[in-house]
């Protein structure tokens, strides 16, 4: 599980140590086990989010661990086709590489450490697929795609998106080095990540060696989702256990404490976390396939519009393969 990182964490700017006493933990709510699925043209992913009432998850909506998957040769699938309206999608791939264009003239290429965030807003065609020398050859595909609620205000706002190379998160590490944190959206202790969001949020992936402990500075008004992409650990300041494919969903305080079991499996060498958190929306949601609006009505125009072709066309040709995607 690649992504990035740095051969000494030690040169790294470090979290703060936090003082037991006088620091709120947040206690853990509810764990949740993924169940599996497919997606698109059959791809294996997890659905971390099964499960837990949206209001504990707002303003986030849906999140897919896909993979992690070993692809024979001509295995590979992506998606096909389709719209989406009224929210954000954040694709982060840890492993492999994968290809999206849109109908707005948007595309390009996304590996290892690389996020890809699209801004739907008022709408568009968008889809998303392995490359050819991929499919051919066949290799290791492992990422996540988070849906991020937008507000009213910011719903029908044009589409847009931010191509967030791995190298441009900020890197941190604990007091002891025992971790490396790379920050890719929102402020952690002080530190900014690169992902320009409508609400305000975090996203930070964590790696935490074995035997190590963090205590994590988190915003006392966002909620907190840690996710687990590979390993076994514990979470909360009573050591509940959890493993691959967990969600811990947590409760109000103003820092998370989570560690990682000594031994760990050869295949998962350390303990990955996806920790997200932000602050709740609180307004209605009509969610329907691809589509998130506040009340019915717009639902059912989201539909209309896309069948009348107001999202955009299918383009004709495939976007050309870019270091990053382009604006639409």
């Known amino acids: 599980m690649p992504a990035i990182t740095v051969e000494d964490v030690l040169v790294l700017p470090r979290l703060p140590r936090l003082d037991e006493s006088t620091t709120a933990f947040r206690p853990v709510r509810r764990m949740i086990t993924a169940p599996s699925g497919f997606e698109g043209e059959g791809f294996p992913v997890r659905r971390a989010f099964a499960g837990v009432p949206m209001h504990e998850l707002d303003p986030f909506l849906h999140l897919d661990q896909m993979g992690e998957v070993e692809y024979a040769p001509g295995e590979p699938k992506g998606t096909a086709w389709h719209p989406h309206r009224g929210f954000e999608t954040v694709t982060y791939i840890i492993d492999g ?27 568009l065609l968008h889809i998303e697929a392995p490359p050819e020398h991929l499919v051919v050859s066949g290799g290791l595909f492992h990422g996540l795609q988070l849906w991020v609620n937008l507000p009213r205000v910011a719903k029908m706002n044009p589409p847009r998106y931010q191509d967030i190379r791995g190298k441009e998160s900020v890197l941190l590490t604990t007091p002891d080095g025992g971790a490396l944190l790379r920050v890719i959206a929102g402020e952690v202790a002080g530190h900014q990540g690169p992902g320009s969001t409508h ?6 992936h964590v790696t935490v060696q074995p035997g190590a402990e963090v205590d994590l500075p988190w915003q006392p008004d966002f909620n907190a989702l840690v996710y687990v992409l590979g390993g076994r650990g514990t979470v909360g300041t009573d050591r509940r256990p959890i493993h691959t494919g967990q969600l811990a969903v947590h409760g109000p305080g103003d820092a998370l404490r989570f560690a990682a079991d000594l031994q760990q499996e050869t295949r998962t060498p350390a303990l990955d976390l996806y920790i997200m958190g932000g602050q709740p929306i609180r307004e209605p949601v009509a969610h329907y396939g691809p589509f998130v609006m506040n009340t019915r009505e717009e639902l059912i125009q989201a539909f209309e519009d896309f069948q009348a072709g107001r999202l955009g066309v299918i383009p004709t040709e495939r976007v050309p393969h870019t270091d990053g995607p382009g604006q639409p």
């Not at 994968?98 to 690389?114: A, K, P, R, Y």
């Open 97 to 123: 590489v994968f290809d999206h264009q849109d109908s707005h003239g948007g595309g390009g290429t996304i590996t290892n450490g690389d996020t890809q965030w699209m801004t739907a807003g008022s709408g």
């Open 199 to 204: 609400t305000p949020i975090t996203i930070t």
